[in-house]
């Protein structure tokens, strides 16, 4: 009984995940990724969005949402590089991309990693509002360095 | 000369996340939202994919990438749900989001809490294979558990 509730739960959570059963991205179709990738995007703009805010001084600055978006990001960095492979390059997909991305890969690499060290120190940043604001500059400069060089206008 | 790089940085990535200056949902257009909140389920199908894989036995168990993704869940597991504001119920947006979810809310919030519980609870099983196949079998039912009653088929 217990096995049967289990198969049926997973019959239905695996439709959620259909074709993801591998690990490697090169098995994906590239709609697949370039959705993946995206999804990533947005949710790197929505946390992202209420920090570039408190850095402004447009919001006042609070250190628990500061701390709790700055670890969501920290993670969300990790997440959208392994959509922009080889095989989405010509897809026929709405998206920005451009293709310095693959002409010019140690520099995209460069960029992501960029990302990477800035989220996490940020992550570090958030008790003191000078060094997350300090931190979050770098955060920015991050995304738009990435952003001129690897995306469309 | 320094704030003026940084100034033009800043730009570039607030042009990302514009409209997110704001932490409370409410704030947000609901079209944002419902895109923000199919992001994150995008995302948790990218990782608990291989995950269900290994599971199922139709992927040899990978302890690094289990840990990997099963980190990224419990991370991904917070994000979906305040995309599921009331100012989206009526949305013109292609979503199967049913109307129990503001109906039952109270329903619909222990079936979030049952996908963050299981999803920690995964991240820390994964050094050994049979604790992380039962522990992937909790998050796939709440999954399951969740889009039976909260998602159009």
Request: glycine share 8%; net charge positive; hydrophobic share 40%.
């Amino acid at each position: 009984m217990k096995r049967k509730l289990l198969s049926a739960a997973l019959a239905v959570a695996l439709g959620a995940g259909a074709g993801y059963v591998l690990n490697a991205s090169a098995q994906q179709k590239p709609e697949v990724l370039v959705k993946q990738r995206q999804s990533a995007m947005t949710l790197i703009g929505k946390y992202w969005g209420p920090l570039a805010g408190m850095m402004q001084g447009k919001v006042p600055f609070d250190a628990a949402v500061a701390n709790r978006n700055a670890r969501y990001l920290e993670v969300l960095a990790q997440m959208p590089w392994d959509g922009f492979a080889e095989s989405t390059k010509d897809t026929q997909e709405k998206t920005r991309a451009l293709p310095a991305i693959w002409s010019d890969a140690g520099k995209f690499k460069e960029a992501q990693e960029r990302l990477q060290t800035s989220t996490a120190k940020l992550a570090q940043s958030t008790k003191d509002e000078g060094a997350f604001k300090a931190a979050a500059g770098e955060v920015g400069k991050a995304c738009g360095n990435c952003h001129d060089n690897f995306r469309s206008k």
